[in-house]
């Protein structure tokens, strides 16, 4: 028997991280709040690193957190709960990133932008704010689009979207919120980079 240090995988789980891992396991609130307040800023970091707007890396932490949520009693080693999270949230970001690369853009030189009582200055204004919004509406999430998409285009009531998308009726509304949010605040960061 040496005397050096021992392998990590015969490590005792009495340690601080993994205690918090076990008890929130256990369905201890404090000790998933703890983890959360121990790990938040290394998740959101790591989401930010992957080059995601604010908004987005919130969004991506949100849904990192979740997935350990869902995945805490698979936790083989709950002393590297920090690594797991960093792994995570780096699938999470990159499935983002790829699910906007496979947005195809709406192609608003099909829109009919010409009033005929408008005068020059307003059509070109129209047909500018309708590319602006485009723009923006192509950075939302592929949820949000879909949801703005069913209530503005095609004008479904909340239980046809609940029955087509698999979301609560009660969650909607409040989707529908964070969604205008996020399209106001891409319209925003557009208009200040101008």
């Known amino acids: 028997m040496s005397d050096g240090p021992q392998p990590r995988s015969n490590r005792p789980v009495d340690d601080e991280v993994s205690h918090l891992v076990l008890a929130a396991r256990d369905g201890d609130p404090e000790a998933w709040r703890e983890l959360v307040d121990r790990f938040a800023r290394l998740v959101y970091a790591v989401a930010v690193r992957c080059r995601l707007t604010p908004a987005d890396a919130a969004d991506v932490s949100q849904t990192a957190w979740l997935r350990l949520a869902e995945n805490l009693h698979r936790i083989n080693d709950p002393s590297r709960v920090g690594a797991w999270l ?3 949230t780096k699938r999470e970001s990159l499935a983002l990133i790829k699910a906007r690369a496979r947005y195809e853009p709406v192609d608003v030189q099909v829109i009919d932008v010409v009033d005929e009582r408008d005068g ?17 509406f192509a950075l939302l999430t592929e ?11 095609e004008s ?8 087509e998308m698999e979301m609560p009726v009660g969650s909607i509304g409040p ?3 964070r969604c205008l949010a996020s ?4 319209l925003e960061e557009a208009a200040d980079a101008r």
């Open 156 to 163: 479904q009531n909340y239980q046809q979207i609940s029955a």
């Open 143 to 153: 949820r949000c689009r879909e949801l703005l998409r069913r209530l503005v285009v």
């Open 120 to 136: 020059p200055a307003d059509q070109v204004s129209r047909s500018e704010t309708i590319t602006e919004v485009a723009t923006a």
């Open 183 to 186: 399209l106001r605040r891409h």
């Open 86 to 88: 960093v792994t995570t």
């Open 175 to 177: 989707t529908r919120i």
